[in-house]
């Protein structure tokens, strides 16, 4: 158990050859979760941007004086990370040690607890607080402020497989069966202030989260842990789905990822929380917003359009974009170096009407219909259907040719 009590933003003051300390009024930290760094979209690194939004973290802890900072899992992206990546946490901690604010970390699905933890009893002495691998009980750190001693619960992402055998005979087959047992290991006091810091697919009753593409779902939510296993905590710093938001009740809430993941996210506003705790019972909680260097955002449109000044000058064009044509497919030679011109960074290009569903109970394929069509007709009705407009005259001989294994017909 990692059990070491701090003051939270102990400062000195040096007056006259003294050292003065004295305690913060509130308790107030920093939640983030989910940086996945090291993390590539769409074969795009996104290093540099993950830096930018650490050092908007960096930032904040300058301004907002906070006692900690809570990374709830999925620190990188791989469990075993690159080079990079490695640096780039390194840089990270170090900076917020600089700052002289504790620092909480758990390890997510993602990570390799055992990586993620290295070195971590060594590491408390000086404030950070790694879990990686769960040995049975949440590990401890305790921060104080003026209204006495606030427990940060640190729970790493655990699987009931991983966690059978913790706990004596007690029967552990769900996720939600091995976060309870976690729990009660811990022998919270629920009368004092407690602050838990979790990876799991928390849910409330009757709401369903909010999910995207960039995290990984288990067929069937499986893994789903229910919030009210949770709920006595005064805060839970959560991490795993990538859209920030609050589960059940306000105080167990996701972070979020600080950057958007997927084209699922588009219309996300990235941000870390900033809680305040103040005495039992008083909680707020407000965003810090995130800016990227480059946003991820969809257009449509023609190409010819698209590429106009008029229309790329509306913003930034180094952004990630996913670009959907409206033109007929065949009409556009190249179309993706036509738009790289323009925008480097495009993700994905497609054309609204590619891959357009047959839906076969609304086409009228009636058995008798069907049955008095050439198979020339069936996949003239196939073509349109896929792809709302009819063969041109070119593509009609060829597809003739092909079933007739003859000669095309002059067909206009
Ligand atoms: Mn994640």
Redesign the pocket.
Known sequence: MIFCSIFARTRHRLTSGMEIQYIERIMKFIHLS?P?IGKSVNGFSMLDEQRRVLWQVIGYVQSERPAAVVIAG?VYDRAVPGVEAVRLFDDFLTELAAEGVAVMVVA?N?DSPERLGYAGRLLADRKLFIRGAFDGVAGRAVLSDEYGEVNFWLLPFIRPISVRGLFGDREVSTHGEAVAAAIEAAGVNYAARNVLVSHQFYTGAGAEPKRCES?INPVGGLDAVDVSIIERFDYAALG?L?GGQSVGADNCRYAG?PLKYSFSEVRHEKSVSLVELREKGNLSVSALPLVPLHDMREIKGPLSELISDRVSSLADKNDYLRVVLTDREGDITDPMGKIRSVYPNVMSLGFENAGACVDAAGTGADLERVSSMSPYELFCEFFFEANKYTMSGEQAALVRKLMDGGPADEAD
């Open positions: 989910d996945h999925d997510g993602h995290e795993h990538h990822s």
